[in-house]
């Protein structure tokens, strides 16, 4: 074979610097926070470019779809409840800037853990060793209890729970995102896979119960999604359940001949995975953005710029 040596460039071809469409110009640059200023001043320093720029697209088109009394749906899953950015959520849902929730089995659970005794998530690793992983007595039997009697009377499990936590003697309910919806009548759905929650573990539970509760959460929250075009679903949290259960109830809706064309949808998480990707961003059309990093960090700064731009 031939030797190969080292190509000529001396015939290569240049243009000029001057004439070139470049991705980033001065406008684009961020500049110094300045202690003292407001968070206002703080938003508006950040550079124009990636996920700066699409952090404050998706403030502005929450306030844009509020302000248009379209529908702001926030799905998420545990992880959010147990960062503790409860009360941001709330926050929210009484300015009415979040019209819906919808979260998985693992969010009634801490949810009702703050309300009921201040605190949530147990040591696993610790307790996995002596079978007593999950086995708090309270836990299983009062939220069993509550899904068995609301399916009684037709409703789904985030309203039965949330019901429970309003109504009871709990000290800690005003830190519930399921008592705050029932208080606010706003809904709050839940998605299960049976056996994915320790409640499903207690001898109280129920699995026609669970199954009937988290079918007609579904259906509430397909009237939920039916109602998206030029509003905003946001997906925190939730790697596998919740994008999966957007993505049907979006097919429902549409099939059901409801026009969602023109929405946003946002992916906020600290890794980005495959099913939100394609089942909230790509596969339904819309608007999409990927967010990524720490719930308890990034959540609370996009609620901060929302009402900001309020």
């Known amino acids: ?39 206002k001043v703080f938003l508006d320093s950040l550079p124009g470019v990636l996920a700066a720029r699409d952090f404050r697209e998706v403030a502005e088109a929450i306030v844009r779809a509020h302000k248009r009394e379209k529908v702001v749906v926030l799905g998420m899953g545990a ?25 998985n089995g693992a969010g009634i659970i801490h949810d009702f853990e703050l309300a009921s005794a201040g605190k949530t998530s147990e040591d696993v690793a610790e307790s996995l060793g002596h079978g007593t992983f999950g086995m708090a007595e309270e836990t299983g039997r009062i939220l069993n ?3 068995i009697k609301g399916v009684s009377k037709g409703i789904g499990i985030g309203e039965s729970v949330g019901r429970e936590i ?47 509760g988290s079918h007609i959460d579904f259906r ?10 030029g509003g905003v679903y946001i997906n925190l949290g939730s790697a596998v359940i919740m994008p999966e259960v957007f993505l049907k109830a979006l097919t429902i809706a549409r099939n059901l ?3 969602i064309k023109r929405f946003t949808t946002v992916n906020m998480d600290f890794i980005q995975h495959y099913r939100p990707s394609v089942n ?24 901060a710029a929302v009402l900001e731009r309020m």
């Open 220 to 229: 509430v929250f397909t009237s939920v999604i039916s109602q998206l075009e």
């Open 1 to 39: 074979m031939k030797k190969i040596g080292p190509i000529d460039l001396r015939k290569v071809k240049t243009y000029s610097l001057k004439g070139r469409r470049s991705k980033v110009s001065l406008s684009d640059l961020g500049s110094p926070f300045r202690p003292g200023k407001s968070f």
């Open 166 to 212: 309003l109504r009871g003697k709990y000290p800690y309910k005003d830190k519930s995102i399921l008592a705050t919806g029932a208080k606010l009548n706003i809904p709050v759905t839940v998605h299960v896979a049976i056996g994915t929650d320790i409640i499903h573990m207690h001898p109280s539970a129920s699995g026609s119960a669970i199954g009937e």
């Open 79 to 103: 992880h959010p409840i147990k960062v503790g950015i409860n009360p941001v959520i709330i926050d929210l849902m009484k300015r009415g800037v979040i019209n819906a929730i919808a979260m």
């Open 145 to 147: 209890q509550a899904i």
């Open 280 to 303: 909230v961003l790509t596969r339904p059309g819309g608007k999409g953005y990927a967010i990524t990093g720490h719930h308890e960090i990034m959540f609370p700064l996009l609620a």
């Open 257 to 259: 001949g409801h026009k």
